[in-house]
């Protein structure tokens, strides 16, 4: 099954505006790693940035996961970009 990388940006602040939904969101993370849909996820040490590799049939698949998350959808992530991954080894 094909692979997709998840290149994101957080909102400022986001230490304080995600304190509401984190609980929804890594419950979240914790079954979609259990399926097999996440290989691995989370924010680059400056808070800026999260890095996901998701597997799925197809992008769109991989955006749905992405724009069900609680994350998204409260606007703790505000832009995304997924491309395909070749994983070489």
Same mark, same amino acid.
């Given at each position: 099954? *094909?692979? +997709?990388?998840?290149?994101?940006?957080?909102?400022?602040? @986001?230490?304080?505006?995600?304190? *509401?939904?984190?609980?929804?969101?890594?419950?979240?993370? @914790? +079954?979609?790693?259990?399926?097999?849909?996440?290989?691995?996820? =989370? &924010?680059?040490?400056? !808070?800026?940035?999260?890095? =996901?590799?998701?597997?799925?049939?197809?992008?769109?698949? @991989?955006?749905? !996961? @992405?724009?069900?998350? &609680? +994350?998204?959808?409260?606007?703790?992530?505000?832009? +995304?970009?997924?491309?395909?991954?070749?994983?070489?080894?």
């Amino acid at each position: 099954m *094909p692979k +997709y990388v998840l290149w994101g940006s957080y909102c400022d602040d @986001v230490l304080e505006k995600r304190t *509401p939904y984190r609980q929804a969101h890594l419950d979240r993370l @914790v +079954y979609l790693k259990a399926s097999g849909a996440l290989i691995t996820l =989370g &924010p680059t040490k400056d !808070l800026t940035k999260v890095f =996901g590799v998701y597997e799925a049939e197809d992008e769109a698949s @991989v955006r749905k !996961l @992405v724009e069900d998350d &609680p +994350y998204w959808q409260n606007g703790i992530w505000t832009e +995304y970009d997924i491309l395909e991954w070749v994983q070489a080894f």
